[in-house]
């Protein structure tokens, strides 16, 4: 008789909007993966667990115990941007596999450091899942473009906007996310690289991109001034090859969830959500045709939880293949913290040979 396929002892860390998500797809709908233990510093996290989860899921309120003493092999980290390094560090050198939601941190010195460790760790899978690439929609047109269906691409352009929250959640979030370009924009800064391919057909392959430009404001969230944030943001990214990825980043719409994906090639050129719809339903009244938005990101990307979790767990169980490597992470980071500076300063970025952004004061 054949034993049952082994599973992984998983744990996860941070159980806030995005981690109570990945608890219940942990929890409920992953046929490889043991969910053992789930740890929240925060007070109360210890009876959401008990309500929420099986009880075959221990809670831990403090992470090196989790990490430690949690019998685990495996851990997804899901705390705020700013709290990902100390912790995946942590967790490398314990032997652990690490998963964490992006971005790594919100600088590029401490992204370079979490990418010096995991180096040392060749055995250990280490997987930044970029939401995007684990849709349906956005892998059928990156096979679009393999085949050649739009011809040479040159350009992206995307809209990703959040609907209005009359809390301002992120406003105190914007200290610990290191800003709009960075908390979402490496969404479309990895979509991006992922069509216009920024490494081919250069002579450096270290300095990807040439200059990126963003301007802000703070259109509905003044006080995200004190934190050099902004509500909406626009940014241009010129690559070395000479594709061009050109977004519009915000939280201010009223409707709902927009994320739309334009890719111009010299054949054709494709668009994803073009009408961030919720289905195929139309109400008509007094107002005229209508149609409900996509609320968030977190309805729109449900189906991607569950892809990713799966791909790493077979990455871990089986060696197989990621869909996102290390380096995706670190290039798309160094766009987004440049893009967040250039705003700031209110002039553009330029990249060194070495690929690094060159961060000057405002002249
Ligand atoms: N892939 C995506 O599309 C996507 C979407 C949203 C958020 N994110 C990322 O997910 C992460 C979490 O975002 P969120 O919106 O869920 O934030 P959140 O603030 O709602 O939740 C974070 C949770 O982590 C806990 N926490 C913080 N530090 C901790 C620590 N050291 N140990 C244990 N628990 C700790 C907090 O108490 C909180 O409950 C962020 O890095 C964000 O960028 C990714």
Redesign the pocket.
């Known amino acids: 008789m054949s034993s049952p396929p082994r599973r992984l002892k998983f744990g996860l ?7 109570s998500i990945r608890a219940r797809i942990l929890a409920t709908q992953q046929p490889r993966i043991d969910f053992v233990a789930a ?4 007070p109360g ?1 210890d009876k959401w667990v008990a309500e929420n989860l099986p009880s075959s899921v221990n809670f831990f309120a403090d ?1 090196t115990d989790m990490l430690t003493n949690g019998g685990i092999e495996a851990v997804l980290i ?4 700013a ?2 390094a100390p ?1 995946i560090i942590q967790a490398l050198d314990l032997g652990l596999h690490v998963m964490c ?3 790594i941190a919100t600088d590029v010195a401490t992204t370079e450091q979490v990418l010096a460790k995991a180096a040392t760790k060749p055995n250990q899978v280490f997987l930044i ?3 995007k690439r684990y849709d349906a929609s956005y892998v059928h047109t990156k096979q679009m473009l393999d085949a050649g269906t739009l011809g040479d691409v040159h350009a992206v352009e995307t809209h990703n906007a959040d609907q209005q929250e009359p809390n301002g959640f992120f406003v105190a ?1 914007s200290a610990l ?1 290191g800003g709009i370009f960075v ?1 979402v924009g490496i ?1 479309d800064v990895d979509i991006a690289r992922f069509y216009l391919q920024p490494k081919v057909g250069i002579a450096n392959p270290k300095k990807q991109v040439k200059r990126v430009f963003a301007v802000g404001q703070q259109a509905v969230y003044g006080a995200l001034a004190n934190t050099g944030d902004a509500d909406n943001g626009w940014g241009l990214v010129e690559f070395a090859n000479g594709k061009v990825f050109n977004m519009h980043v915000g939280r201010t719409l009223k409707n709902g969830y927009e994320s739309t994906t334009r890719v111009y090639g010299t054949k054709a050129h494709s668009l994803i959500n073009g009408n961030s719809t919720i289905n195929r339903v139309e109400i008509r009244d007094q107002y005229g045709v209508r149609t409900a938005t996509t609320p968030d ?2 309805t729109l ?1 449900n189906a991607t939880f569950l892809t990713d979790i799966a791909e790493f767990a077979a990455a871990v169980l089986d060696g197989a293949p990621l869909t996102c490597s290390v380096e995706d992470a670190y290039e798309a980071a160094k766009i987004v913290t440049a893009l967040q500076h250039s705003f700031r300063i209110g002039q553009p970025v330029y990249f060194d040979d070495e690929g690094r952004p060159i961060f000057e004061e405002a002249k």
Do not use: M, V, W, Y
């Open positions: 860390i941070g159980l806030g909007r995005l981690g740890c929240d510093t925060k996290s992470p899901s705390t705020a941007t709290t990902h912790l939601e992006k971005p899942p970029f939401t979030f996310s908390d969404h990101s977190f990307f």
